[in-house]
């Protein structure tokens, strides 16, 4: 695995990086699809898991994440994104402060938090950035980059609503995991398809994870 000072100097390249970030709100099954779908784009992927993220990993996938950053960056690289030989994949422990994109000189093209718990959104929108997971949102946010946070919640209070209108005052894209049904899924991978889709449009990249309205 890179370290953060070796991917710093690598700079920008032809290939688009983006950062995922897992934190403990349920729907796994969303971040899974999409990092699979970066993956086989070969887009660089820093994945950052929060301790709560880690526990909804082992709840809803049965995949225990431990051991060094390396040990966990293998185990991710091959329960949620498919491939175990990725080399695209860096993992970075989630309250490692120095890591490079802590910084907005690292270049990005976008940022998810996927799927986003209340809490995590909550300290987005406050900018308290005491962890990776909310210093990286924060850089995304000044640097103009595409922050896009994808809650799972229901029902939701007044604090929650608020805290998610200050986040996209800010500039993050709210994309709550709310799979639609018009395309009529036949299984709960085509509904994951689609939220995955939807996160993906909302990055502005292009995908056949499910089919556009057509109209009636």
Partial sequence: MLTSKKILRRGENSIKRYIVAITGASGIIYAKKLLSF???????????????GKLVIKEELGVKLAGTPQEIRDQTANHLLGKPDYKRLHYIAHNNLMAAISSGSTKTAGMLVVPCSMGSLARIALGTSNNLIERAADITLKEGRPLILAPRETPLNRIQLENMLKAAQAGAKIVPCMPAFYQHPKSIDELANFMAGRLLDALGLEHQLYGSWQGA
């Fill in 38 to 52: 970066l993956a086989d784009k070969e887009f660089e992927i820093f994945l950052l898991i929060s301790d709560a």
